[in-house]
């Protein structure tokens, strides 16, 4: 009877054993896997080329993505991507770089790069390297294979009309607003009115001025100014010492104008030298001193002379003037006083 309470406690649990052995298993299964996998290496990454067209014209830019193709980019660090394009047919115009777009990177592409080609036909991109730092440190290099790029050429396919180019875009036209037309008409009207009120305001003003004269000859100039001057009324009223100063200063201006000299600052002995040099007669230069004499003898003495004389005064100043002239007869309407003909003076 004692036996039987002992034995009963010593016999195990079935469902325990069970778990026991399960989990024993699985145990087993998991070192093996992890056995297996550390003495398989870790597959590498692959990359290609994959160039965005794969036909261009001649001379277009093409650009080549660097495209993870197999494996985790991430497991790998991409230290540099080169391509020898030295002494071939290729041109780099932007060397690689990464991507910064995110739909790139999503696609796979992790670098990229802008070539130029400017030979026609079938062309291999140029050889590209991959330097790679795996995550246990070690750095690797990949070749990768280039693929071909159909260039095509600007000329036409016809032999018959090579000059032709072929593929050119079609021409773009750009779209025109309506107002910039409005306001070159708005402008152009405005800058009509303006000046058309300018023309009414400044023009016409203009056009309807006197035209100006040109001046006279010295001979007619001096005849008018010897009629308007005998016609003062101090000429008539005297004194005869104002009556001189009048007609000698006349002759005086018509010397300055006929021979162009300084005749207002010269005393009557100085302008009759000066006048001696000039292609004068010598009944004119007498002319000439009695008439100056005559002039200084009312100014500077006390003499008064008759009333008679004074008109004749101006008798004499007229025919000074037209013994100078030139061998040709005044105008009687342009002098103002009665036609005399010269008196054989020389041509001044």
Do not use: N
């Not at 992790?110 to 400017?118: D, G």
């Not at 026609?120 to 050889?127: F, T």
């Not at 990768?144 to 016809?158: F, G, H, K, T």
């Not at 021979?259 to 230069?285: H, I, K, Q, S, V």
């Amino acid at each position: 009877m004692s036996d039987g309470p002992s034995s009963a406690s010593a016999a195990p649990c079935p469902w325990l054993s069970a778990s026991v052995r399960l989990w024993a298993a699985w145990a087993m299964a998991c070192w093996a896997a992890s056995a297996l996998g550390a003495d398989e290496p870790s597959p590498s990454p692959a990359f290609r080329l994959a160039p965005r067209q794969s036909s261009v014209r001649l001379a277009d830019r093409i650009i080549v993505d660097l495209v993870a193709e197999t494996g985790s980019p991430a497991a790998s660090a991409i230290l540099s991507v080169d391509s020898d394009v030295e002494g071939g047919d290729w041109h780099l115009l932007s060397p690689w770089g990464p991507t910064a777009a995110r739909s790139d990177r999503r696609q796979g592409r992790l670098w990229t790069a802008t070539f130029q080609s400017f030979e026609v036909g079938a062309r291999p991109l140029p050889p590209t390297r991959i330097k790679l730092k795996a995550t246990d440190g070690q750095e690797q290099t990949i070749e990768l294979e280039p693929p071909v790029v159909e260039i095509r050429s600007v000329l036409a396919a016809d032999p018959a009309a090579p000059e032709e180019l072929a593929g050119l875009r079609p021409i773009y036209r750009l779209r025109r607003p309506g107002w910039p037309v409005a306001v070159s008409v708005a402008g152009a009207v405005a800058a009509a009115a303006a000046a058309y009120l300018f023309y009414r305001r400044f023009g016409r003003r203009r056009a309807l001025a006197p035209a100006v004269e040109p001046e006279p000859p010295p001979e007619v100039w001096a005849l008018r100014e010897i009629a308007r001057r005998r016609r003062l009324a101090v000429c008539s009223e005297g004194p005869p010492r104002e009556i001189a100063t009048l007609a000698s200063e006349v002759i005086r201006l018509y010397f300055g104008r006929r021979f162009g000299l300084a005749a207002m600052d010269m005393t009557t002995a100085e302008c009759l030298g000066a006048l001696e040099g000039r292609p004068l007669a010598a009944r004119t230069l007498e002319l000439i001193r009695r008439f100056l004499d005559q002039c200084d003898l009312w100014k500077f003495s006390e003499w008064e002379p008759p009333r008679g004389a004074w008109e004749g005064l101006w008798e004499t100043a007229a025919d000074v003037v037209e013994e100078c002239a030139p061998v040709w007869v005044l105008d009687p309407a342009a002098a103002g006083e009665r036609p005399r003909p010269a008196s054989g003076a020389p041509v001044g």
